[in-house]
C-alpha cells in the first residue's frame, strides 16, 4: 500500500474555497495511486470562532492547562469532521479521527506534550477499508487517556509522525506560501523557491526564525527517513523536497536568510567566577530557552524571548551581579551547509551589515550557520543585504 501524508493548515480549511481546493489535492493523491492520510489544523486565525487563539480567549486565566487542552483540541476536531463532510459530498468514503484515535500516545506535558510513539492499527484498518482518514492534527493523548495538544507548529509534528508511523513515501505540508524560501518574501521580493533542502538545513533555518515548517516535525521526518514536501495550495510547481541530500555545491556557500524578532539581551558582569554556573541553573530551572550565548571571565552575554525577560531578570535578581537588559532586538542569520570547512564566511557576513550601516551587537556560529544580534530596526535591512551578498537563489 502506498501511503501519503497531506497536512492543510488552518487558513486552507477556513472557507469551502479553502476546502475544495484541498479536496483536489487529496484526490490528486488518489489519481496517482496513494492511499491519503489527512491532518488538518483548526479552522482559520485568531477572531475567527474555531481557531486555537479564539479558543484560548473564551478560557481566559482561570482554567488549568489540563482543562486547556480539552478546549483547544476541539478546533482541529471540527476540522477534520467538516473536511470529511467535503469528501463525501464528491462521494469519497472517509473518517475522521482525534489524535488519541490516531494512535497518537504522548508524555503528560499538558499545552506542550511530546509524542512518545505512535500506534497505527485503526489507521492501516480504515486505509485498508478504502476510506481517506483525516486527523485532527496538534494532539494526542497520554496512556491514561487524558487528551494533549503538541503546542506551536503541533500539526505539522502530528502529520511527520504519522508518516513515520505509516512508512508513508512522502508527507506534503500545504502553505501559503509555494515552499521553503531563501529568505522571507515580504522583505525580499527576489527571494526564490529552494527545490530541494536536506534535513539538517530545514532544521536550522526553522530554528532559526523561518516559519514554514516545525523543526520537530523535520526531526522526527529525518529519524524515519521520510521526504517532505513543502508546497503552496495554490501553487503548480513542485514546492520543496525535503530529505538527505546533498545540497552542497562550490557555489551556494548559503542555502537561506532567517530572521527572528523579539529579542532581549542579558549582560551580566560580576567577580565571582562560580557564579556562571548558578546563572545557567537557575535559567534552566526556570525553563528559560536562552541563545547566543557569550561567557568570558566575569562576563556572561545571551539572548532571550523579549516575553521571558521579565521572568529572567527576576531569577537572577537576587545574585550579587550587575544585570544590564536591552531590548528591541532581533537575531539574523546564514544558513548553509556549504559554508562548513570554507573560510571568509564571517568576514563576507561582517562587511555586507557593514556596507549598509547595520551595527552588530552579538555573534555565533555553527558549521552550518551564523547569526548576528542586531537591533530589531536594522532586521530587514540586514536580511536584504546577506541575501544580496550570498546570491541566495534556488538550485
Known amino acids: 500500500m502506498r501511503i501519503i501524508v497531506q ?17 483536489r489535492r487529496v484526490t490528486e493523491s488518489i489519481e496517482q495511486g496513494y492511499r491519503p492520510v489527512v491532518v488538518v489544523s483548526a479552522m482559520g486565525r485568531k477572531g475567527q470562532p474555531y481557531a486555537t487563539d479564539t ?28 473536511f470529511c463532510r467535503t469528501l463525501r459530498e464528491e462521494g469519497y468514503p472517509c473518517v475522521a479521527l482525534t489524535g488519541g484515535q490516531a494512535g497518537i500516545i504522548t ?38 487517556g487524558e487528551i494533549t495538544t503538541l503546542g506551536r507548529g503541533g500539526s505539522d509534528t502530528t502529520a511527520a509522525a504519522l508518516a513515520a508511523a505509516l512508512k508513508a513515501e512522502l508527507a506534503e505540508i500545504y502553505t501559503d506560501v509555494d515552499g521553503v524560501m531563501t529568505a522571507d518574501p515580504r522583505l525580499v521580493p527576489e527571494a526564490q523557491v529552494l527545490t530541494r533542502v536536506s ?21 522526527i521526518a529525518m529519524e524515519g527517513q521520510i521526504p517532505l514536501a513543502v508546497k503552496g495550495l495554490d501553487g503548480q510547481g513542485n514546492g520543496t523536497l525535503i530529505g538527505s541530500y546533498h545540497t552542497v555545491t562550490a557555489d551556494r556557500v548559503v542555502t537561506g536568510i532567517t530572521h527572528l524578532k523579539g529579542l532581549a539581551q542579558f549582560i551580566l558582569r560580576f567577580n565571582d567566577e ?24 566575569g562576563l556572561i552575554a545571551f539572548t532571550v524571548l523579549q516575553s521571558a525577560a521579565e521572568k529572567a531578570r527576576n531569577v537572577l535578581g537576587d545574585l550579587p551581579m550587575e544585570v544590564e537588559v536591552r531590548s528591541g532586538f532581533a537575531k ?31 555573534t555565533a556560529d555553527s558549521h552550518t550557520n551564523i547569526s548576528c544580534l542586531v537591533e530589531e530596526s536594522d532586521a530587514e535591512k540586514a536580511v536584504r543585504a546577506l541575501h544580496d551578498e550570498f546570491n541566495a537563489r534556488a538550485k
Open 7 to 23: 497536512k492543510f493548515g488552518g487558513t486552507s480549511v477556513a472557507t469551502s474555497e479553502g476546502r475544495e481546493k484541498c479536496r
Open 55 to 82: 479558543l484560548l480567549d473564551l478560557a481566559g486565566d482561570l482554567v488549568g492547562e489540563r482543562e486547556l487542552d480539552l478546549l483547544m483540541s476541539c478546533g482541529e476536531i471540527i476540522s477534520a469532521v467538516v
Open 199 to 219: 534535513y539538517q538545513e530545514i532544521m536550522e533555518m526553522a530554528h532559526l526564525g523561518a516559519k514554514v515548517i516545525h523543526p520537530r516535525a523535520v526531526e
Open 274 to 297: 562560580d557564579l556562571s554556573l548558578v546563572v545557567f541553573q537557575r535559567l534552566g530551572n526556570a525553563q528559560i530557552s536562552i541563545d547566543l550565548i557569550q561567557v568570558n571571565p
Open 107 to 144: 508524555d503528560s506535558s499538558h499545552t506542550n506534550a511530546r509524542i512518545l510513539r505512535v500506534v497505527p492499527e485503526r489507521l492501516h484498518r480504515e486505509l485498508a477499508d478504502g476510506k481517506i482518514v483525516v486527523v485532527a492534527g496538534f494532539q494526542g493523548m497520554t496512556a491514561d
Open 332 to 362: 539574523v542569520s546564514a544558513v548553509g551547509g556549504g559554508m562548513r570547512g570554507v573560510p571568509g564566511v564571517m568576514a563576507r557576513v561582517v562587511a555586507a551589515l557593514n556596507r549598509v550601516g547595520v551595527r552588530i551587537h552579538q
